[in-house]
């Protein structure tokens, strides 16, 4: 049978019909045309990979990874990159239209579609090393990946050719300007010996597990004027590029005069250290100490003296009303537990600027809140560029006259 596709879901996946039932098929666009050989019943909905296009919309590009169709790395590289900025713009509207009765047209900001992330984490199976194929633990072993540096490119490939595999779970490779991290992370933790001389001088860092074996512990990452070092373990925004569009837009959202300002889920306090020169004062707050640790390290490095990290939980945390003029939140995919949020609005800030990388947990944060905040504007930042993650930085108001 014959289906057109008409729609994407919200994971970048192809929605077309089956006797009024949707089934959803993968590394499809809108206007393709599909012959379906077999599909799943999954009750309410139909699923697919056994699939053959026959008619190729023309809202697709020819795809350059040889890995795309079975690697669940990237789930839209056929469409092309306009074609992705407007999904991701339609797929956040949609959202908080469908979730918070909110129609705005969000902004985005864009990206280069290659080589954007500065960490990557490769998996070992059978002395290979790749990906999992999405959805499943098929592993899909790789050469080259189109979403890191030549460099980075490179290091896999001496990996490949002169690092015994045997006892290796997974590898992990993060890259500044000039440094290059590469963090083994091994079956049971296991001692193995790894010879750095391979890499001909072209890693700065190498760990086994926790320990350092080999160069510096850590790298360091420049936006603007600030610096920071970032730790095997701690966090640090991977397309460095749009991280910088995304500070300068926050920054550019501190409206209030010299504020005190509240950064939760501050992880190495990257933020909170970009934005300190526009503030009173600023407190960070993180649950991972290296992180913190770091932050510590950053404050000191970049000399700001107005800022102050805390190693706590962000829902045990408890302030007074006023404490703070604006709230920066930036927390994992599942966004603001009950706790946190409650925290929140008792502090009752005049503005909040919520970093999200889920739209769904975004809109029913913002839902929790809007009896006391209005939203007043939302800017996309592609920081994953042939996914169908993006990244939304959303400024919200105090109302007049809060319940």
């Known amino acids: 049978m014959n289906v057109k596709i008409d729609n994407l879901n919200h994971n970048g996946v192809g929605i077309g019909r089956i006797n009024n039932k949707v089934i959803f098929i993968p590394s499809t666009t809108i206007g393709d045309i599909v012959e379906i050989n077999s599909y799943l019943d999954k009750g309410n909905y139909l699923e697919t990979t056994n699939y053959k296009i026959i008619y190729y919309s023309k809202d697709r590009q020819i795809v350059k990874c040889p890995y795309y169709n079975k690697c669940g790395g990237c789930q839209i590289m056929h469409i092309p990159y306009n074609k992705q900025l407007k999904y991701k713009i339609d797929k956040v509207k949609n959202i908080l239209e469908k979730y918070s009765n909110i129609d705005i047209i969000p902004t985005i900001e864009k990206s280069q579609e290659y080589k954007y992330r500065n960490k990557i984490t490769f998996h070992v199976q059978n002395n290979k090393i790749g990906y999992y194929e999405l959805k499943s633990k098929i592993f899909i072993e790789i050469n080259n990946c189109l979403l890191i540096s030549d460099k980075m490119n490179e290091v896999l490939s001496i990996i490949k050719e002169n690092i015994p595999l045997d006892n290796i779970d997974n590898i992990v490779l993060k890259e500044s ?67 910088h569009s995304m500070y300068n837009y926050i920054k550019g959202n501190i409206r209030s005069n010299k504020p005190r300002l ?42 700001i003296n107005n800022i102050n990290f805390k190693c706590i939980n962000a829902n045990k945390i408890n302030y007074k009303k006023g404490s703070f003029d604006v709230i920066v939140i930036d927390p994992p995919r599942s966004g603001l537990d009950k706790k946190t949020t409650h925290m929140i609005r008792n502090i009752t800030s005049k503005y909040i600027i919520y970093v999200s990388c889920n739209p769904i947990t975004l809109s029913r944060d913002i839902n929790n809140l809007n009896d006391m905040y209005t939203l007043t504007n939302i800017k996309l930042f592609d920081m994953f560029p042939n996914t169908y993650h993006v990244e939304s930085v959303a400024l919200l108001c105090l109302k007049e006259s809060p319940k």
């Open 177 to 243: 300007n000039n440094e290059l991290m590469v963090v083994f992370n091994t079956i049971n933790n296991r001692d193995i010996t790894i010879n750095n001389d391979v890499f001909n001088n072209m890693v700065s860092s190498i760990y086994i597990n926790d320990k350092l074996i080999y160069g510096s512990s850590t790298i360091t990452m420049n936006l603007d004027k600030y610096k920071y070092v970032v730790s095997a373990d701690s966090f640090f925004q991977v397309n460095i590029s749009i991280a």
């Open 262 to 303: 509240l950064d939760l889920y501050c992880g190495t306090g990257s933020i909170g250290i970009y934005l300190a020169d526009k503030c009173k004062y600023v407190e960070g707050i993180e649950i991972n100490k290296d992180a913190i640790d770091n932050a510590n390290i950053n404050k000191k490095i970049n000399n």
